[in-house]
Structures are given as structure tokens and as C-alpha cells.
């Protein structure tokens, strides 16, 4: 079995043995437990040495030489919790595609650590390419671009990756995803966009009703030198113990961010507005808007030291390992 399978379990992420043996956390599985005590020797080692093999790969994340590069700010990676407020968007692109959700091809060129992957694929959305490349050289190419139905993304937001990104999407002309903070309804290029080619397409907006956290993967925010760690003071350290967990990394502070989302040519900006007043397309905790002013100021976007995310995907307590 793969290290990358060792990070599944069923349809939900990758759990720890620890995890799901100690009755005191919240992926402990009664079931498992049960089996493990009549399990032989042999059988027992097999998977703790998988479960090694799986917990070196979530910390050996950082030793990746990414082939561009990086700013230290820009290493964050999303919540699964906004992956699954546009789930059932995605559910709607297949379904007009006449696709199952494992089938739809998704195509995120701003690679972190691939966490995303596996939190789309947490949701049945197994068809997805996030790799280190750079996607600028890529996009010079058409022939390397890989084959994708949807572009899903939470691009860099420093220097001119937002613009760029729009470039590609006008050239590209297939439905987008992108997770950007509020403000960025505001910026020039995206103005210009509305203006030009997004004039007739408008993008829809998926505002969380709380705002969403972003991690970074364990030792992947350097500093300037792009060699060097930031060094923690005890503080520090301590408050990374406080909100961090080996599966997502070390949480940032919450900030306004909203979905920008635009389903043409598939599906018009109408019909999705229509649908939603209709039936109600997103699941709780998050709205749909149609004017991007309501989200540029976070409008209805609570701040939560809370991440439900910790509790559902991998118990905190496993930080420790």
C-alpha cells in the first residue's frame, strides 16, 4: 500500500493509530479496537509500521524542493471546511456534465503541500491535479496544461499571482473557483476584469458565515532567505502547540475570505442565483451572495478561535507525535 493510501481512511482522511484506538479521542473507532486484540503479531506490525510510514510523510512535507519561488506569507494551505461549502457546486458541474463527482476534473495550479487533494477527496472528488510545478511556465505551453473541467484554487495573494490568474482564466474559458480574501473584489485588475471579459458572467460569491482558517503545513513557513526556519520563542512555541495538529499544520488567524465563483459557460450566474432562492444549493454555514459589495467588507463573517475542522479530521491530541 501507498504512503498517500495510508492517508485515507474510507471516505474520510487519514487518522493515526493512536487515534483510533484511544477512546479518549474523537476518531477512536470501537470496531478497530476490537479487531486489534485478535489480530496476530504480524498483522499488528504491518500497520504500525504504515502508520510510521504516514506520520513521517505529514512531517516530512516541508523537504520538498518546490521549482519556484515562494513567499514565506504565501504558505498557507485551505480549510477543508470551505472544500465542502462548495461541494455541492461542484456536485451541480458534474451533474451538467453527466459526471460522477470522482470523475469531474479538477485543476488547482498553486501547489503547497497537496493537502487539497485530499480534502477533495475527503468529499468524492477523487480526479484532481495539485503538483509542484510551476504554473506560469506551464500556461506557456497549452500542451502541458493537464485536462481539467474546473479550475479550483486559493491562489498566492502577494505580488501579481491574482492578476495572472485572471489572465489565464480569460484565455481559459472553463468554470472557476477561487478562494481570495474579501477585499480582493476591490482590486484593479479584478475591476478591469468585471469590466471586459467578466462583464457578461459575472462571478457568485460563497460567503462563510464564520470566517475560514488557513494552515500551514509543519515547517513550511520560512523566512526571506527561503532557507532558514523562523525561529519560534517559547511563546511561540507553546501557542503552535495550542493550534496546530499533524494532518493540517499550524493555524492562522481567520480572515474575511469568500468563494468567488463562476460556473459559465456550463452554468450561468442566473440559473445558479435562481436555484439557490429556489431550493438552497449550499449546506450550513456559508450564503450565497450576488454582489461582490456584500463581501467586501465581510459582511456576516463572525470571527471563531474555534476550527471545527480539528475535531472532524484529526484529533488535536495527536499533535504531540
Request: aromatic share 10%; hydrophobic share 30%.
Given at each position: ?37 485478535q489480530m496476530s503479531k504480524t ?105 481539467h473541467d474546473v479550475v479550483v ?127 438552497g444549493l449550499l449546506p450550513n ?37
Amino acid at each position: 500500500m501507498s504512503t498517500d493510501a495510508n492517508l485515507k481512511n474510507n471516505n474520510r482522511v487519514w487518522v493515526s493509530l493512536a487515534d483510533r484506538l484511544n477512546p479518549n479521542r474523537t476518531a477512536y473507532d470501537a470496531d478497530f479496537k476490537s479487531q486489534w486484540k485478535q489480530m496476530s503479531k504480524t498483522k499488528r506490525k504491518r500497520i504500525i509500521q504504515a502508520d510510521r510510514m504516514s506520520i513521517q510523510q505529514l512531517k516530512s512535507r516541508s523537504d520538498v524542493t518546490l521549482p519556484f519561488d515562494v513567499e514565506p506569507d504565501d504558505h498557507c494551505e485551505t480549510s477543508p471546511t470551505a472544500y465542502a461549502h462548495i461541494a455541492p457546486l461542484l456536485n451541480l458541474l458534474a451533474n451538467y456534465l453527466n459526471k460522477l463527482p470522482g470523475d469531474l476534473r479538477i485543476y488547482d495550479p498553486y501547489y503547497c503541500a497537496g493537502n487539497m487533494v485530499r480534502h477533495l477527496a475527503s468529499l468524492g472528488f477523487t480526479n484532481v491535479y495539485n503538483q509542484p510545478q510551476d504554473c506560469y511556465q506551464v500556461w506557456k505551453d497549452r500542451d502541458l496544461l493537464p485536462e481539467h473541467d474546473v479550475v479550483v484554487t486559493n491562489p498566492p495573494y502577494s505580488g501579481t499571482h491574482f492578476d495572472r490568474l485572471l489572465d489565464f482564466l480569460h484565455d481559459n474559458k472553463k468554470p472557476f473557483l477561487l478562494l481570495l480574501p474579501s477585499h480582493f473584489s476591490k482590486r484593479e485588475s479584478y475591476a478591469k476584469a468585471t469590466q471586459t471579459w467578466l462583464h457578461n458572467n459575472l462571478p457568485v460569491f460563497v460567503s462563510p458565515l464564520e470566517r475560514y482558517h488557513y494552515w500551514t503545513p509543519e515547517g513550511l513557513r520560512l523566512t526571506k532567505d527561503k532557507h532558514v526556519q523562523k525561529k519560534s520563542t517559547t511563546t511561540n512555541q507553546k501557542r503552535k502547540r495550542k493550534h496546530g495538529n499533524l494532518y493540517l499544520g499550524s493555524r492562522n488567524s481567520p480572515f474575511c475570505s469568500n468563494w468567488f465563483v463562476s460556473l459559465e459557460p456550463n452554468i450561468s450566474r442566473e440559473t445558479l442565483l435562481e436555484m439557490n432562492d429556489k431550493q438552497g444549493l449550499l449546506p450550513n454555514g456559508c450564503e450565497l451572495h450576488a454582489e461582490a459589495l456584500k463581501v467586501s467588507k465581510g459582511v456576516g463573517q463572525s470571527f471563531s478561535r474555534r476550527e471545527p475542522d480539528i475535531k472532524e479530521l484529526v484529533d488535536e491530541d495527536y499533535k504531540a507525535n
